[in-house]
T-cell receptor, first 111, second 113 residues
Framework: DAGITQSPRHKVTETGTPVTLRCHQT?????MYWYRQDPGHGLRLIHYSYGVKDTDKGEVSDGYSVSRSKTEDFLLTLESATSSQTSVYFCAIGGQGFEAFFGQGTRLTVV | SQKIEQNSEALNIQEGKTATLTCNYTNYSPAYLQWYRQDPGRGPVFLLLIRENEKEKRKERLKVTFDTTLKQSLFHITASQPADSATYLCALVYGGATNKLIFGTGTLLAVQP
């Protein structure tokens, strides 16, 4: 999986609580991404980063924030989790030839 | 907004036949189009990239075509095997150097022995 580790792999949390998902890469890639995958919607981009402390919004960024203090780590935070944020979250890094390499995913359930 | 459609929710074929998956897009002129494979419970895995000036790209039993006039890409798996059973995702590159991807919802391929 191209040296990408997501943690945790599974999480159940209560509505209204903050949640942080972590993505760690060992490939020293500049670009990192967070996607969510839902039935009927496919993969949708939440936020992305193009360097340390450089981040920008994707198409479904409401309710999410990100931080990247080191090249290897990209954190996704749900400020106050809602049931609509129940999903599978994938981190990806951008390769040199525009391809993306994905982590194993984090299955988040908000109850 | 950009829209990507992939043919049918599931495609069932017999082992040894050629599987053909379709990706259609609207409101966009991508410079690159990619195909990924996704197995249950796992992240997508990059398979092939084709550029707008390439009509066809091959890799082993895989072949991708890209018709920018029709706004369509076809993904072929020849001599299909049960191990090819998976969901296949089409993706377009947008955002220039930031390499953001917009994905289709995928086609589930089931190869019957």
């Amino acid at each position: 999986d191209a040296g990408i580790t997501q943690s945790p792999r599974h999480k159940v949390t209560e509505t209204g609580t903050p949640v942080t998902l972590r993505c760690h890469q060992t490939e020293n890639h500049r670009y990192m991404y967070w996607y969510r995958q839902d039935p009927g919607h496919g993969l949708r981009l939440i936020h992305y980063s193009y360097g340390v402390k450089d981040t920008d919004k994707g198409e479904v960024s409401d309710g999410y924030s990100v931080s990247r203090s080191k090249t290897e780590d990209f954190l996704l935070t749900l400020e106050s989790a809602t049931s609509s944020q129940t999903s599978v979250y994938f981190c990806a890094i951008g390769g040199q030839g525009f391809e993306a390499f994905f982590g194993q995913g984090t299955r988040l359930t908000v109850v | 907004s950009q829209k990507i459609e992939q043919n049918s929710e599931a495609l069932n074929i017999q082992e040894g036949k050629t599987a053909t998956l379709t990706c259609n897009y609207t409101n966009y002129s991508p410079a690159y189009l990619q195909w990924y494979r996704q197995d249950p419970g796992r992240g997508p895995v990059f398979l092939l990239l084709i550029r707008e000036n390439e009509k066809e790209k091959r890799k082993e039993r895989l072949k991708v075509t890209f018709d920018t006039t029709l706004k369509q890409s076809l993904f072929h798996i020849t001599a299909s095997q049960p191990a090819d059973s998976a969901t296949y995702l089409c993706a377009l590159v947008y955002g220039g150097a930031t390499n953001k991807l917009i994905f289709g919802t995928g086609t589930l391929l089931a190869v019957q022995p």
